[in-house]
């Protein structure tokens, strides 16, 4: 394997955001740290805790102290897995960054893998649990969640809930990233033409377990996927998002509006007819539509040549009949 990796002091940051169900931290540290070492990696950890977890921390802090390679990064006020990683990538020295949650998702000594792919040329190496050998519930949820992914992005991606992956340090730095998109992160990079990989990763033991979640969960899942669609396919070209609902909408008011307009030349009287009142609502909301995409197609216009950024993956160089000749003798 090739361990020949650009450092800036490390070769990978393991960046760990504290936030939502963790495991014992410096057991994770340990089985982690110890299957990097063994793989010839220059390996720092850091754990980004939301202020309840410090206490949690304890146990690392001791590890810091003796000089293991940690960093403990302590926020105030609630940021969220993805305010964690943004905020904790400054403090890392690595040129690649290894993403995992605090809690077992794919075993240690499947990691590796992830930074091999990696240094062997992708931007991104997603871990896939496979084989899966959770409870059927946690697998039906995974196929519902990536064919929305797939039609609606046209992602190709088996599991992006794994919330294991190593990238380049510019991925994160250049994906922008908010809210709860960290575990989207993928998709995004993908969507600004960065390269990536999945790698399959045996499922740790910790992750065998069924998980069913309430309600709000499942709508905020879905509130996220309707962005991430606006993001990826609307975000250079709104008219066609809000000129497609403003023409169903203005279409729609027109055609009560002429049925209303009919039958009051046929003598039925306009008093006390809400239908009227929803052609016009329709017509008003759909013009209304349409003039936002306008402005978001000027906004877009006016900031094309700063924004979108678009990656060359090679150059050839055209060859002249002289150059074809002189390769022959």
Same mark, same amino acid.
């Given at each position: 394997?090739?361990?020949?990796?650009?450092?800036?002091?490390?070769?990978?940051?393991?960046?760990?955001?504290?936030?939502?169900?963790?495991?014992? /931290?410096?057991? %994770?540290?340990?089985?982690?740290?110890?299957? /990097?070492?063994?793989?010839?990696?220059?390996?720092?950890?850091?754990?980004?805790?939301? $202020?309840?977890?410090?206490?949690?921390?304890?146990?690392?802090?001791?590890?810091?102290?003796? =000089?293991?390679?940690?960093? +403990?990064? #302590?926020?105030?006020?609630?940021?969220? @897995?993805?305010?964690?990683?943004?905020?904790?990538?400054?403090?890392?020295?690595?040129?690649?960054?290894?993403?995992?949650?605090?809690?077992?998702?794919?075993?240690?000594?499947?990691?590796?893998?992830?930074?091999?792919?990696? @240094?062997?040329?992708?931007?991104?190496?997603?871990? #896939?649990?496979?084989?899966?050998?959770?409870?059927?519930?946690?697998?039906?949820?995974?196929?519902?969640?990536?064919?929305?992914?797939?039609?609606?992005?046209?992602?190709?991606?088996?599991?992006? =809930?794994?919330?294991?992956?190593?990238?380049?340090?510019?991925?994160?730095?250049?994906?922008?990233?908010?809210?709860?998109?960290?575990?989207?992160? $993928?998709?995004?990079?993908?969507? &600004? =033409?960065?390269?990536?990989? &999945?790698? &399959?990763?045996?499922?740790?033991?910790?992750d065998l377990k069924a998980?069913?979640?309430?309600?709000?969960?499942? %709508? #905020?899942? +879905?509130?996220d996927l309707f962005a991430?669609?606006?993001?990826?396919?609307? @975000?250079?070209?709104? +008219?066609?998002?809000?000129?497609?609902?403003?023409?169903?909408?203005? !279409?729609?008011?027109?055609?009560?509006?002429?049925?209303?307009?009919?039958?009051? /030349?046929? =003598?039925?009287?306009?008093?006390?007819?809400?239908? %009227?009142?929803?052609?016009?609502?329709?017509?008003?909301?759909?013009?209304?539509?349409?003039? +936002?995409?306008? !402005?978001?197609?000027?906004?877009?216009?006016?900031?094309?040549?700063?924004? #979108?950024?678009?990656? /060359?993956?090679?150059?050839?160089?055209?060859?002249?009949?002289?150059?074809?000749?002189?390769?022959?003798?």
């Amino acid at each position: 394997m090739n361990r020949n990796v650009e450092t800036n002091g490390f070769d990978v940051s393991v960046l760990i955001p504290v936030s939502e169900r963790p495991i014992d /931290l410096e057991t %994770l540290y340990r089985e982690t740290s110890q299957v /990097l070492r063994e793989t010839g990696y220059s390996c720092e950890f850091v754990f980004a805790l939301e $202020p309840w977890a410090e206490s949690m921390s304890e146990s690392l802090a001791r590890y810091e102290e003796k =000089g293991e390679p940690i960093s +403990l990064l #302590r926020f105030e006020g609630g940021k969220g @897995t993805t305010g964690l990683a943004k905020q904790a990538l400054r403090h890392c020295e690595g040129r690649i960054v290894l993403v995992m949650p605090a809690y077992g998702r794919v075993k240690p000594s499947a990691l590796p893998a992830l930074i091999d792919a990696v @240094t062997a040329g992708a931007d991104l190496a997603l871990a #896939r649990r496979w084989p899966r050998r959770d409870p059927r519930i946690n697998r039906v949820q995974t196929r519902v969640l990536h064919a929305l992914l797939a039609r609606a992005t046209s992602t190709r991606l088996h599991d992006v =809930g794994s919330g294991v992956w190593a990238g380049r340090r510019e991925v994160l730095e250049q994906v922008p990233l908010y809210g709860d998109f960290l575990r989207f992160l $993928p998709v995004l990079a993908v969507h &600004e =033409g960065f390269r990536v990989e &999945e790698v &399959e990763c045996p499922q740790h033991q910790s992750d065998l377990k069924a998980r069913v979640y309430g309600p709000s969960v499942y %709508l #905020r899942r +879905l509130l996220d996927l309707f962005a991430l669609v606006f993001l990826t396919r609307f @975000t250079h070209k709104p +008219l066609r998002f809000f000129g497609l609902v403003g023409s169903v909408s203005a !279409i729609a008011g027109t055609l009560v509006l002429v049925v209303v307009a009919v039958q009051r /030349l046929a =003598g039925q009287p306009l008093a006390n007819r809400p239908v %009227l009142l929803l052609g016009v609502l329709l017509v008003t909301l759909g013009v209304q539509a349409v003039a +936002l995409g306008l !402005i978001g197609e000027i906004i877009v216009h006016l900031h094309e040549s700063t924004g #979108r950024r678009y990656r /060359l993956r090679s150059k050839g160089e055209a060859r002249g009949p002289e150059d074809g000749a002189a390769g022959s003798n």
